[in-house]
């Protein structure tokens, strides 16, 4: 059982170009979120979907967007890419978007803008 | 707004012994808290969780966590530290009527032998 799978792991961009981060989960999730992690800033979360069709803006949305595929996949996509979006993203999904669901995370993925 | 405090950057302690890791959290309806560990390179692994009912909640490797309402506190514990334990360790809080999960700033926890 895989759970939450992200690609690429690694990826250097250079500043202006874009680039299309892929999630997928095979635990027959609703709702799917991508994260990113900067050190001594904990994890912020820049746009989920409570379910297929659906999407919303987090905390840190400016410079990215998303696009729920199926109920399986989420993408998040850099169109013009900035040095302070290097960053840890992280994908991830719960059984639905109720406070008690547990939220389970891919591996993540590095991207450093140069 | 919610938000999560995880006041100590970094905790040191000695293999064998107990280890803390604080969390404090600040909602406006009933809290839901959560606990993760982060090895390196790693995502994040589920520890445990508080929703309702006992204040005291048995994880994964032997973690535990205390909720204490009047202190706003949602506490990590061992009893007996592993230098396996070494890692980053998030705590996590959303209430009942916010859809996401807000998440602390975290706390490296080292093990020595």
């Known amino acids: 059982n895989a759970g939450v799978t992200q690609t690429p792991k690694f990826q250097v961009l250079k500043t202006g170009q874009s680039m299309t981060l892929q999630c997928a989960q095979d635990m027959n999730h609703n709702s799917m979120y991508w994260y990113r992690q900067d050190p001594g800033m904990g994890l912020r979360l820049i746009y989920y979907?409570?379910?297929?069709?659906?999407?919303d803006k987090g905390e840190v949305p400016n410079g990215y967007n998303v696009s729920r595929l199926n109920k399986r996949e989420f993408s998040l996509r850099l169109e013009s890419a900035a040095p302070s979006q290097t960053s840890v993203y992280f994908c991830?999904?719960?059984?639905?978007?109720?406070?008690?669901?547990?939220?389970?995370f891919g591996e993540g993925s590095w991207l450093t803008v140069v | 707004a919610q938000s999560v405090a995880q006041p100590e950057d970094q905790v040191n302690v000695a293999e064998g012994n107990p280890l803390t890791v604080k969390c404090t959290y600040s909602?406006?309806?009933?809290?839901?808290l959560f606990w993760y560990v982060q090895y390196p390179n790693r995502g994040l692994q589920f520890l445990l969780k508080?929703?309702?009912?006992?204040?005291l909640v048995k994880g994964s490797y032997g973690f535990e966590a205390e909720f204490n309402k009047s202190q706003t506190s949602f506490h990590l514990k061992k009893p007996s530290a592993l230098v396996s334990d070494s890692a980053l360790y998030f705590c996590?809080?959303?209430?009942?009527?916010?859809?996401?999960?807000?998440f602390g700033k975290g706390t490296m926890l080292l093990v020595s032998p």
């Open positions: 508080y929703i309702t009912g006992d204040n």
């Open positions: 991830a999904s719960s059984g639905t978007d109720l406070p008690g669901n547990t939220i389970y």
């Open positions: 979907s409570a379910s297929e069709g659906t999407t």
């Open positions: 909602v406006s309806g009933n809290p839901y």
């Open positions: 996590a809080v959303r209430d009942g009527g916010y859809s996401t999960l807000t």
